[in-house]
């Protein structure tokens, strides 16, 4: 345990990428309009927090534990999340901009990313089986020996998905998508 110990604490408007967030253990705590741009949350862990309208933009994540976070109406521009921590990692998104981060060998089930810009993201050689990317935004974003089973991309768009090198067995998809799975064939579907 971190030497700071934080929980059931509602943190509003708090600007952390001037004055750093305390190195330590948060748990149920909330966090609402807060910025975090740039900041190092390095070491940090965050066990069943929500953060509401926070700008978490090019913050440090090494060894960052994030265990059933919930994000909503965020900002998460370049982020490397595969420096976090993996152990126990889950996280959900909702209304969240994650434009430029990456996912890079991360393993996860079922996370839930709605109606999300994740525009220029990477996922290769990750695994996120039975996720959900409702009503989100997947221009050029990069899928890439992934293993995205049972995962529900019926409402997602923008999205380029090659079969041959990603597992997608009992994805979700419809018709509408097509193209974004024939993409590299250079097809017209109409």
Excluded at 32 to 59: Q, R, V
Excluded at 83 to 112: G, R
Excluded at 142 to 154: K, P, T, Y
Aim: proline share 3%; hydrophobic share 35%; aromatic share 14%.
């Amino acid at each position: 345990m971190n030497p700071n110990y934080t929980q059931d604490q509602t943190l509003k408007g708090e600007n952390y990428s001037q004055e750093k967030l305390p190195l330590g253990d948060y748990e149920n705590c909330i966090f609402i309009n807060c910025n975090f741009s740039g900041s190092d949350l390095s070491d940090c862990m965050f066990s069943e927090c929500e953060f509401d309208g926070c700008d978490l933009s090019m913050a440090k994540l090494a060894n960052t534990s994030f265990r059933k976070v919930r994000f909503r109406n965020c900002k998460l521009l370049g982020l490397r999340i595969e420096h976090c921590n993996p152990f126990l990692l889950a996280f959900d998104f909702d209304n969240c901009i994650l434009n430029f981060s990456s996912f890079y060998k991360l393993k996860m089930k079922k996370v839930q990313f709605k109606s999300c810009s994740i525009q220029d993201v990477e996922f290769i050689e990750s695994e996120f089986p039975y996720s959900s990317f409702e009503d989100s935004d997947l221009n050029r974003t990069v899928f890439q020996a992934s293993n995205l089973e049972g995962s529900d991309f019926r409402t997602a768009y923008n999205y380029s998905i090659d079969p041959e090198i990603n597992r997608i067995t009992k994805a979700k998809f419809f018709v509408e998508g097509l193209p974004g799975l024939l993409e590299k064939y250079n097809l017209s579907i109409e």
